[in-house]
């Protein structure tokens, strides 16, 4: 127990917390975003490997940081773009179509990585996002280094909970987008564009998976290894739920896993004699946990999942 | 409001020329001309399938037109071709369309349901307070009242359909379409709706009014255009015709009467005591309901939907249970549950929603034919189905009631309305069963189908069978009920002897009267 | 353009979508690998001789199908009743990791005794792990999309805490892998000398077996008509959460079997390598049979020669074999417009 207190009373678990919970939080936006739309993503998993390597690949061959931020986010929107053909026009199984731009981005990214690095032995490293301290806030006690002493890909972040929040409730565009999530006919007799409305919000979503993706690579690491969204992807899909399907609390979903993640890390080094793999399995269980806890109370979007097709009999 | 409307030549607001719309073999929509002048109220009558909503879907941009095209008067010019296939343009030029089944967010609310679509897309925050200000003075002149911060779905049905009318009305609609709007009202409700559309047409708005339902028609519009299959018969001015004549153009044929020769009731079939179900709120949920059902009975339930129908219809398919009082089954008491037990002990159920519950569209006929009925040992040898038999059977139900299909093989899903039903009835009445619910059975077909489904229920009435008939179509009820009984919030009323009962008096009823007063208010 | 659904499928149609798919697929893929500057036909003969070219080469194939049917049939039986057992992987490995527990030397019988019972135990071990989601489903209304994917992680893990703690190999020289199957319990090789193993036979008897459940059968009957309306189903009278839980059971049942086959069949031993995603190339098997159980058999062959013809091409001509999986997860794609195909007609307009 005082073992326990000692590690949250740390200010680097603080921010290793916000540090692991910052590509969960682009993840779960992102996710957010289409399903609010209307469309499950279950490319994401694929989409963030390429946003890895397509960001941090991008900083390899020469381009500054942002350059390869904005280069992964491109990425991504491509491959929302051909979930969001495939799903809302055509209106093929959002799940096997999701579990396909999957398996396509994921290959295609191994791929593309033997094909410009055929011979290394090991991914080289480039000069990630430094931590960018705000002067003065970065020195309040515990949580300061967490929420203010990060690089700027994790005030991004933040400022992306922020700007969905306020884009869904408060615009014109977000009541557009919530409604085709929730009744495309009623959208579509107002004048929305159902097909457009969901396929942008397909697109920005993937952009933002990318993004995080990439903040694996760029900000959290420094190179690019195989395999390493290692499930986060799936777990943002578990978020959403959890978050039901708000913003704000998909960011409080993302900190509170990403704060169990500091503190398993630890852990593992406090609790003798347990095999870490025991450790690691927790996130994973904790985000079926989540599911379970959260299942009976979510207000999903009614017309998620379900594909509109105008003027069908 | 709308009056600043300035009618195109001759005061025209709207032309259709030469409209026609194949979906696949079948001609939905043929060479349709039409014209709609300013302040208007005209009635487009004609039966299920004939082509009305397709002819409206066309014009709102629902669906595209094979051929033909449409003008529309603009505010300060004259007719203007109407972009194809584009609600958007639609709404742009000044036409508003209220669906049969409402296109509301039902996790919204009122406001932002009327929002939708009105402001530019990236503009940077919603304009509420002016919204709220224009529709204030719009629910004025209209004499429209509905909450603006509720959630739609919190709302009773004459509710959405006010909230219907002002979002066509808060985009200055100039034409206004209503596509079936008395269906789900009670009489008192529909005379409310047309106070208000003559109100709007006295201001300039004109008003496209679908229909079949003659009375109606007479009662609201200035001119009617009669629609049969696809074609316009008849376009005349409503003063100077009557029922039996439109009735005779929009059916082409003489209707078969449909008449219900008195019995003697017999044995009970199905007794209720004090049974409740528990729902969601006081709409959805039985409250303490006593009913007794004889054979050779056809009791009928009206009511607005959503009044409980579909916990009551629910407890006899065996889909939800009752959590008080008993059930008597055949004299036995039921426990129940499952459809299965209520399959198995002879109830034959039609289903409300066809496509949703009663048939899996995927599948072929002959398995649809089988759904209730795999388990026996007619069917099946070790769980292995007897497949020649099963398609053998299925081939007597599709003759025996009249199915028109390519045969047992074909998809489901496929099938038009009307078939989809006889195969739904011809599984149910194939087993003869003594107990028959029947909840809306004929919903949405031509004249032909609603016959023949009414000639079923009545053979089977004659067999022997106590039916129990759901409908919010108080003539079908009339017509086929020896009983009625009103539901309400969840309470049905005791059973009246049809004779004694008036449509004025049940609409009170469906309002949420007693029986007694109703009876004294309608007098 | 606009679609149109179709009345009746041509029967070449269901043919020649999947393979009009897998053309499609190959020529997508010849982008990649022009932008490798390699000459295309000459890659994808290459592939064809490096899975097809040899005895040698054939019984590769066919050793590397017989994972792939039970995986796709263990698809294709869930996505047929629209559960979305995405948990293959997972399945696969527990299934491999109880024949192992019970087939490495516990016990010693007759190989009528031990070969049965440790393919019991890895369809029991794979059914058990899927009836937690299908329970989750059931139960509590969780999507069993995620709870599937998350399980693949954590069998993962725990199949790593097994081969490096309780189950290691004393004999292993320290490498994480469990002690071989014994000779009783290992799948006789159906041709001497090579990896083609007895596996193959259950797969295929697997499969027309699954066939005759599905279409033949009244819980056949049940698990389509669940799959395709559930509300229909139960209304009807259909036990819909009994028929999803046979499904859940038979699917993890399916996918067990597939690792009890890689193990005692093929490797003899556990290790965290055994199964290059055959959990997920099963997915892509399912849809390109169109979840019909016969044809899982020819889209399992079909994705084995692309994964052994990627190998011997990559050794060749020196491009990358994740090649493979490119093709693979292009063609469930492809697949998935030509199933569009089938039901729809296209209109220009």
Not at chain 3, 49 to 59: D, I, Q, Y
């Amino acid at each position: 127990m005082g073992e326990l207190l000692d590690i949250l009373l740390t200010a680097s678990f603080w921010a290793a917390a916000v540090r692991i919970a910052t590509p969960l939080v682009f993840g779960t936006l992102g996710e957010l975003i289409c399903e609010r739309a209307g469309v499950l993503n279950l490319g994401i998993e694929g989409i963030m490997t390429a946003g890895a390597m397509a960001g941090w690949m991008a900083v390899y061959q020469g381009a500054d940081l942002w350059t390869g931020v904005v280069f992964a986010a491109i990425v991504g929107m491509i491959f929302g773009l051909l979930h969001g053909l495939l799903t809302v026009p055509l209106g093929l199984s959002q799940h096997v179509t999701g579990l396909g731009i999957t398996l396509l981005a994921t290959s295609l990214t191994y791929f593309t990585y033997r094909m410009i690095l055929p011979d290394v032995p090991s991914p080289p490293r480039i000069e990630p996002f430094q931590p960018l301290e705000i002067p003065l806030l970065s020195d309040l006690p515990l949580l300061g280094p967490a929420l203010f002493g990060q690089t700027a890909l994790t005030y991004l972040a933040f400022g992306a909970v922020i700007l969905v929040a306020f884009v869904l409730y408060k615009t014109p565009l977000g009541l557009a987008l919530r409604s085709v999530g929730e009744n495309p006919a009623a959208a579509e007799a107002q004048g929305i564009d159902v097909y457009r409305m969901r396929i942008g919000a397909v697109m920005a979503g993937s952009a933002l998976m990318a993004i995080g993706g990439a903040f694996l690579t760029m900000s959290a690491f420094n190179a690019f290894f195989f395999e390493m969204v290692a499930g986060r992807g799936w777990i943002c899909i578990a978020l959403v739920v959890f978050a039901s399907w708000r913003p704000g609390k998909a960011l409080l979903g993302a900190l509170l896993f990403g704060a169990f993640d500091a503190l398993q890390v630890r852990l593992q080094q406090v609790i003798g004699g347990v095999p870490y793999q025991v450790f690691l399995m927790l996130p994973y269980m904790l985000s079926i946990l989540a599911l379970i806890v959260m299942s009976r109370r979510a207000g999903y979007p009614r017309a998620l999942m379900v594909p509109y097709r105008k003027g069908e009999r | 409001m709308t009056a600043s409307a300035e009618p195109g030549p001759e005061g025209v607001v709207l032309r259709l020329r030469g409209i026609t719309k194949r979906f696949g073999d079948l001609v939905a929509n043929n060479a349709i001309d039409l014209d709609l002048t300013a302040g208007e109220i005209l009635a487009l009558l004609g039966e299920n399938g004939a082509g009305k909503t397709t002819l409206m879907n066309i014009l709102f941009g629902h669906y595209l037109a094979d051929e033909g095209e449409i003008l529309v008067a603009g505010p300060n010019s004259g007719l203007q071709p109407l972009k194809a296939g584009s609600p958007s343009a639609a709404l742009a030029a000044g036409i508003g369309m209220v669906h049969q089944h409402f296109t509301l967010a039902e996790n919204l609310s009122v406001l932002d349901n009327i929002l939708l679509g009105t402001e530019p897309l990236w503009r940077p925050l919603q304009k509420r307070r002016e919204a709220r200000d224009k529709l204030a003075s719009l629910m004025g002149q209209a004499g429209l009242q509905v909450g603006l911060e509720v959630v739609v779905s919190s709302l009773s049905v004459g509710e959405r359909q006010r909230v219907e009318i002002l979002k066509a009305l808060y985009r200055d609609a100039r034409i206004l379409i209503l596509d079936e709007p008395t269906a789900v009202l009670t009489p008192q409700e529909v005379e409310r709706l047309f106070e208000t559309l003559r109100r709007l047409a006295s201001h300039g708005l004109s008003v496209v009014f679908i229909s079949h339902k003659l009375g109606e028609v007479l009662d609201i519009s200035d001119r009617v255009t009669v629609l049969r299959a696809g074609r316009i018969v008849a376009d005349l001015p409503s003063t100077g015709t009557d029922r039996a004549h439109l009735a005779e153009t929009m059916v082409g044929r003489p209707i078969p009467s449909t008449i219900r020769s008195p019995m003697e009731p017999g044995e009970v079939l199905l007794a209720l005591d004090r049974v409740r179900v528990p729902g969601t709120d006081r709409r959805t949920g039985l409250a303490e309901t006593i009913l007794r059902l004889q054979r050779h009975e056809i009791i009928g339930v009206a009511g607005v939907s959503g009044n409980g129908q579909a916990a009551l219809a629910g407890l006899i398919c065996g889909l939800v249970r009752h959590d008080a009082g008993e059930m008597r089954l055949f004299g036995r008491r039921a426990v129940i549950g499952s459809p299965l037990v209520m399959v198995t002990a002879g109830v034959g159920r039609i289903p409300e929603d066809r496509l949703d519950d009663g048939v899996v569209g995927d599948m072929e006929v002959w398995e649809n034919l089988l759904l209730e009925d795999y388990r026996q040992s007619r069917f099946q040898y070790a769980g292995f189905i007897r497949q020649a038999e099963a398609q053998a059977h299925a081939r007597d139900v599709i003759e025996g009631f009249d199915i028109r299909c390519p045969g047992p093989r074909a998809i489901t899903r496929l099938l038009s309305g009307g078939n989809i039903q006889k195969l739904i009835l011809g599984r149910v009445l194939d087993r003869r069963p003594d107990l028959i619910l029947a909840n809306q059975p004929a919903r949405g077909l031509d004249v032909g189908a609603v016959t023949y489904v009414h000639q079923r229920l009545l053979e089977a009435r004659e067999r022997g069978a106590g039916i129990i008939l759901i409908s919010e179509d108080l003539d079908e009820l009339l017509t086929l009920s020896d009983r009625v009984a009103v539901m309400y919030r969840g309470h049905l009323s005791p059973t009246m002897p049809t004779e004694s009962v008036t449509i004025r008096q049940l609409g009170l009823m469906m309002a949420g009267q007693k029986a007694e007063e109703a009876e004294i208010d309608a007098a | 353009m606009r679609l149109e659904v179709r009345g009746e499928v041509p029967l070449a149609l269901t043919v020649l979508a999947p393979a009009g798919a897998i053309v499609l697929a190959l020529m997508l893929t010849a982008i990649p690998l022009l932008w490798a500057e390699v000459p295309v036909l000459r890659a994808y003969g290459l592939i064809f001789e490096g899975a097809l070219g040899s005895r040698f080469a054939l019984t590769e194939t066919l050793a590397r199908a017989t994972p792939l049917i039970f995986t796709g049939l263990a698809a294709a039986v869930a996505f047929r009743a629209k559960l979305w057992n995405i948990g293959a992987e997972g399945q696969l490995y527990v299934g491999a990791l109880s024949a192992v527990a019970i087939g490495s030397g516990i016990f010693a019988a007759s190989p009528f005794v031990m070969i049965p019972l440790v393919l019991v135990a890895g369809a029991l071990a794979g059914a058990l792990l899927m009836l937690i989601p299908t329970l989750l489903k059931l139960r509590l209304g969780v999507d069993e999309v995620v709870t599937t994917l998350l399980l693949n992680f954590i069998v993962l893990l725990f199949v790593s805490m097994m081969i490096e703690g309780p189950m290691k190999d004393p004999m292993g020289m320290g490498w994480p892998q469990t002690e071989p199957i014994i000779e009783q319990a290992a799948l006789p090789k159906l041709i001497a000398k090579t990896r083609v193993h007895a596996g193959l036979l259950l797969a295929l008897l697997a499969g027309a077996a699954v066939w005759v459940l599905v279409q033949r059968t009244t819980w056949g009957l049940e698990m389509r008509a669940v799959g395709a309306n559930p509300a229909a189903a139960r209304f009807a009278g259909m036990p819909v959460g009994r028929v999803v839980l046979r499904v859940g059971l038979l699917s993890g049942a399916l996918a067990g079997l597939a690792g009890v086959g890689e193990v005692a069949g093929l490797k003899g031993y556990l290790t965290l390598d055994l199964s290059p995603g055959f959990g997920y190339s099963g997915i892509v098997v399912a849809m390109l049979a169109q979840l019909n159980a016969l044809a899982v058999i020819a889209a399992a062959l079909f994705v084995a020669v692309v994964f052994v013809g990627a190998d011997f091409m990559s050794r060749s001509i020196g491009v990358s074999s994740y090649l493979a999986n490119l093709i693979v997860a292009t063609s469930l794609l492809t697949m998935l417009l030509a199933s569009l195909a089938t039901r729809y007609r296209i209109r220009m307009k």
